[in-house]
C-alpha cells in the first residue's frame, strides 16, 4: 500500500533539520499531493495564537482566498473545535462548507496536537468523490503526529 511507503519519507523530510518547519512542511504537503493521485490539495491550518482562527500555513495546490478561518465555520474550522478528524464523502452535502474550488468534491481534515492541544490541521481536498478510507485517516494521524513533533 502507497501510505506504507510513504511514512519512511514523511519520516525523512520531518528529520530534516536543516531545513526550516515551513520547508519540511511544505515537502510533506509536496510527497503527499505527487504520490495519492486523489490528493489534488495539500495543506495545513494553524492556531492564530489565542484568536480563535486558523491561518494558512505551507500548501499545494491551486491557490486559495481562505487563508484565514474562523473557529466553527467550514470544515477546518469544526475540526478546531471539536478536536476530531472530519471525512466529508461529499462536500456539496455539508452545510457548513467553505468552497475553495467547484472541482472539489471531497475533503479531509486531521487536527495537530502538541502536548494535548490541538494547534493546527492537515487539510486535503479531493476532485474524485468519495475517495477517502480509514486508511488515509490512519495515515494522515501519523503525518500529523510526525509533525507535532517538531513544532
Known amino acids: 500500500m502507497i501510505f506504507e511507503t ?10 530534516n533539520s536543516t531545513k526550516t518547519v515551513d520547508e519540511r512542511l511544505l515537502a510533506v504537503c509536496d510527497l503527499l499531493k505527487t504520490n495519492i493521485k486523489y490528493y489534488n490539495w495539500v495543506g495545513f491550518y494553524f492556531r492564530n495564537g489565542q484568536k480563535e482562527e486558523l491561518l494558512l500555513g505551507p500548501y499545494v495546490g491551486e491557490p486559495t482566498d481562505h487563508t484565514v478561518i474562523p473557529f ?3 470544515i477546518c474550522g469544526q475540526v478546531a473545535v471539536s478536536d476530531q478528524n472530519f471525512v466529508v464523502p461529499d462536500v456539496s452535502a455539508q452545510d457548513n462548507y467553505i468552497a475553495c474550488s467547484i472541482t472539489v468534491k471531497a475533503e479531509i481534515v486531521v487536527p495537530i496536537f502538541v502536548k494535548g492541544e490541538n494547534i493546527g490541521q492537515i487539510d486535503i481536498d479531493s476532485n474524485t468523490p468519495d475517495p477517502f478510507t480509514e486508511a488515509d485517516e490512519r495515515f494522515l494521524e501519523f503525518v500529523c503526529q510526525k509533525i507535532s513533533e517538531i513544532l
Not at 6 to 15: F, G, R, T, W, Y
Open 72 to 74: 466553527g465555520k467550514g
Open 6 to 15: 510513504l511514512k519512511p519519507q514523511v519520516e525523512n523530510i520531518i528529520s
